[in-house]
Nanobody
Framework: QVQVVESGGGLVQAGGSLRLSCTAS????????LGWFRQAPGKEREGVSC????????DYLDSVKGRFTISRDNSNNTLYLQMNSLKPEDTAMYYC???????????????????WGQGTQVTVSS
């Protein structure tokens, strides 16, 4: 059974930064494509950023390009999302998701990812 656990959320002022982390266990970490998704109250889930097994391919939501950076450290079984220049509209529950594949992957709405964490709240105040 794959377990996915996020951390690093919190409250930050607009213009500030946060770094989210995610660990996944139960399958070889290097066999996993990983992604960050978010869902705000009353809105549909959206894919923020995704990364393939070795970090060679990434995908970003247009509204976060240039502000967010996804990365992974396979030696430490950890996925990161560095979020800079945060805006109030980035406020949401952020989820980490995993899929066992060596192919490049696009986030979409996350339906292709079978394994999910419980989420970490990010709140950006204006």
């Amino acid at each position: 059974q794959v377990q996915v656990v996020e951390s690093g959320g919190g409250l930050v002022q607009a213009g500030g930064s946060l770094r989210l982390s995610c660990t996944a266990s139960g399958l070889p970490f290097e066999d996993l494509a990983l992604g960050w998704f978010r869902q705000a109250p009353g809105k549909e889930r959206e894919g923020v950023s995704c990364i393939n097994w070795n970090g060679g391919s990434t995908d970003y939501l247009d509204s976060v390009k240039g502000r967010f950076t996804i990365s992974r450290d396979n030696s430490n079984n950890t996925l990161y999302l560095q979020m800079n220049s945060l805006k109030p509209e980035d406020t949401a529950m952020y989820y980490c998701a995993a899929k066992q594949t060596w192919h490049s992957i696009r986030c979409g709405n996350g339906d292709v990812f079978p394994y999910w964490g419980q989420g970490t709240q990010v709140t950006v105040s204006s």
